[in-house]
């Protein structure tokens, strides 16, 4: 069974910074893809980052300047430093991984419960 826990969210005022944290627990052998999505109220889910296995990052155009994705993946680890903020980032952030748990079983997506994150003065 695998586990992704999110952490490090909370109330921070405009221009401000968190660093959220992933952590994947479980029967893991191969992490290729961290993913963080985000979710507004009345929204839809949206990507936000990803950090593939080899390190290799990418961003949405409306974060890129202002959000980091970082991570060890052999670790089962990933972070998102979220720098600039403004109200209109004010979500619950969510971890995605695509990783396998056995190396007879074909690749699959997992999802943590999520992190909010509300900016406001």
């Known amino acids: 069974q695998v586990q992704l826990v999110e952490s490090g969210g909370g109330l921070v005022q405009p221009g401000g910074s968190l660093r959220l944290s992933c952590v994947a627990s479980?029967?893991?052998?191969?992490?290729?893809?961290m993913h963080w999505y985000r979710q507004a109220p009345g929204n839809q889910r949206e990507l936000v980052a990803s950090?593939?296995?080899?390190?290799?990052?990418n961003y949405v155009d409306s974060t890129k300047g202002r959000f980091t994705i970082s991570g060890d993946l052999s670790k089962n680890t990933a972070y998102l430093q979220l720098s600039s903020l403004r109200p209109e980032d004010t979500a619950v952030y969510y971890c995605?991984?695509?990783?396998?748990?056995?190396?007879?079983?074909?690749?699959?997506?997992?999802w943590g419960q999520g992190t909010l994150v509300t900016v406001s003065s």
């Open positions: 995605q991984a695509r990783l396998r748990t056995s190396w007879f079983r074909g690749a699959a997506d997992y």
């Open positions: 479980g029967t893991i052998v191969k992490i290729y893809t």
């Open positions: 950090i593939t296995d080899s390190g290799n990052a």
